[in-house]
Nanobody, 122 residues
């Protein structure tokens, strides 16, 4: 079955950096666009970034543009989210997800990971 497993979350001070990874199995990874979403306590899940199947197109939420970078290594079935200049408002559980057609909407994604916690202290 399809599995997406995130890692790399943790506690970091404001201004710091983290790199999240998401390893996929059970699907033709290079055929899927991948997305990153996050959910803070008491808030709805929100779009963070997406990257096309070949990695030749990315799109970011305005709140992270210029600070976060999505990339992928199709040979390793892995997608990454490099997060720099982190702010306390970036604190959330971060999820990776897979969709056949690139989208900014969570409803379009077919497969989801379990999430990894990112906490940014002020």
């Amino acid at each position: 079955q399809v599995q997406l497993v995130e890692s790399g979350g943790g506690l970091v001070q404001a201004g710091g950096s983290l790199r999240l990874s998401c390893v996929a199995s059970g699907l033709a990874f290079s055929d899927y666009a991948m997305g990153w979403f996050r959910q803070a306590p008491g808030k709805e899940r929100e779009f963070v970034a997406t990257i096309r199947s070949k990695g030749d197109f990315t799109h970011y939420a305005d709140s992270v543009k210029g600070r976060f970078t999505a990339s992928r290594d199709n040979a390793k079935n892995t997608v990454y989210l490099e997060m720099n200049s982190l702010k306390p408002e970036d604190t959330a559980v971060y999820f990776c997800a897979a969709t056949f057609i690139i989208s900014y909407y969570s409803e379009s994604y077919d497969y989801w990971g379990q999430g990894t916690q990112v906490t940014v202290s002020s």
